[in-house]
């Protein structure tokens, strides 16, 4: 059995992978904030 807590994580993943990205070679010219995106690539859902 598992205990499970109420909790809030402070940065986020998205705040995390935001940063993560800036740092990527291959993210040149690339947008600091990151859209949500399909596997097919496409944005809507």
């Keep these: 059995m598992a205990i499970v ?3 809030t ?3 986020t993943k998205l ?3 935001t ?3 800036l740092t ?3 993210n040149v010219g690339g ?3 990151p859209s949500s995106l ?3 690539g496409e944005t809507s859902w």
């Design 31 to 33: 947008s600091p904030h």
């Design 5 to 7: 807590h109420e909790t």
């Design 9 to 11: 994580m402070r940065p």
């Design 24 to 26: 990527r070679s291959w």
């Design 38 to 40: 399909r596997g097919d």
């Design 15 to 17: 705040e995390l992978l």
């Design 19 to 21: 940063q993560w990205l």
